[in-house]
């Protein structure tokens, strides 16, 4: 699987848009990008993925370069509860996900 | 929301004793995963298991694990021997067969070695 890459933590204010990049230019033309989240030392949670389209659903929007070397995930209005490390993982088969450090996300009041 | 269920959600073991850690998968999921995170470290894969039998292994799964789909419900991490070094929160995870889903874990067993 592509290695990626993420800043280490990142500060957000609460309501406000919280853009989380990542940064994957070994990608390959068959994996897609997965970002998942933990939130204190629960399970990590599926947030969204894509292949190469922008996507968006309830909780997240999914911006994918042209190249698709990099990747936004994007919270609209992020809340205290978004608080947690975010995980940015491309894959290719069905078997595993490798997880990386993440982005320490903490949205503040 | 479908749940992946884990139980227990902690466990204290001596070291040398086996245990059996517990996983009720979403209903219709058919890929099923073991994870663990040692405390302060990144989530490390164990193993994957598919038509009832082990997809892929890391090399942390020795033979020291064992996993199980013994009823078609449940989902067993087992390990024989304990060691220290395994005190980690152990996550279980399914999937559906395609690739448009993400996979859903649970909310993990902390597993400590005494």
């Known amino acids: 699987d592509a290695k990626t890459t993420q800043p280490t933590s990142m500060d957000c204010a609460e309501g406000r848009a919280a853009n989380l990049p990542c940064n994957h230019s070994?990608?390959?033309?068959?994996?897609?990008v997965y970002w998942y989240r933990q939130i204190h030392s629960q399970g990590p949670q599926y947030i969204i993925h894509g292949l190469k389209n922008n996507e968006t659903n309830e909780m997240a929007s999914l911006i994918i370069t042209e190249d698709r070397k990099s990747s936004t995930l994007i919270l609209p209005h992020a809340t205290l509860r978004d608080t947690a490390v975010y995980y940015c993982?491309?894959?290719?088969?069905?078997?595993?996900?490798?997880f990386g450090a993440g982005t320490t996300v903490t949205v503040r009041a | 929301e479908p749940e992946v269920t884990q139980t227990p959600s902690h466990q204290v073991t001596q070291m040398g004793q086996e245990v059996i850690l517990r996983c009720v998968p979403i209903s219709n999921h058919l890929y099923f995963y073991w994870y663990r995170q040692i405390l302060g470290q990144k989530v490390e894969f164990l193993v994957s298991f598919y038509n009832n039998e082990i997809s892929e292994k890391s090399e942390i799964f020795d033979d020291q694990f064992s996993v199980e789909r013994p009823d078609g419900s449940n989902f067993t991490l087992k390990i024989r021997s304990t060691k220290l070094e395994d005190s980690a929160m152990y996550f279980c995870?399914?999937?559906?067969?395609?690739?448009?889903?993400?996979?859903?874990f649970g909310s993990g067993t902390r597993l400590t070695v005494v």
């Open positions: 995870a399914s999937k559906r067969t395609d690739q448009n889903y993400g996979y859903t």
């Open positions: 070994t990608i390959s033309g068959n994996e897609y």
């Open positions: 993982i491309v894959r290719a088969n069905d078997y595993k996900l490798s």
